[in-house]
Nanobody, 126 residues
Framework: QVQLVESGGGLVQAGGSLRLSCAGS????????MGWFRQAPGKEREFVAA????????YYADSVKGRFTISRDNAKNTVSLLMNSLKPEDTAVYYC???????????????????WGQGTQVTVSS
């Protein structure tokens, strides 16, 4: 069974930091594009960040650029999201995602991702 399992979510004060991790199992994701999406209550799931498999190129949503950093460890089959300078508007359920196709460029297109984690809650208080 292919799985992506997120961890690291929780409650943090505005301005603080949090690191999310996603562990893959059931297949190797070393050739997959991996990304993070988030969904706040009453809103659509939105793209946050992605990282390609080839050279680790990254792409970020404007709302998190400069604050969040995505990284991956292919040997461990994991992807992480370091979130700094958190804001209340960052509050959402964060989802890890991965493609089956070996795209060489990070993508923000949700429909291109085939595997999804269960999500982890991130709450940023004022």
């Amino acid at each position: 069974q292919v799985q992506l399992v997120e961890s690291g979510g929780g409650l943090v004060q505005a301005g603080g930091s949090l690191r999310l991790s996603c562990a893959g199992s059931g297949r190797t994701f070393s050739r997959s594009v991996m990304g993070w999406f988030r969904q706040a209550p009453g809103k659509e799931r939105e793209f946050v960040a992605a990282i390609s498999w080839s050279v680790g190129s990254t792409y970020y949503a404007d709302s998190v650029k400069g604050r969040f950093t995505i990284s991956r460890d292919n040997a461990k089959n994991t992807v992480s999201l370091l979130m700094n300078s958190l804001k209340p508007e960052d509050t959402a359920v964060y989802y890890c995602a991965a493609t089956r196709a070996s795209f060489t460029i990070a993508t923000m297109v949700r429909e291109l991702y085939d595997y999804w984690g269960q999500g982890t809650q991130v709450t940023v208080s004022s």
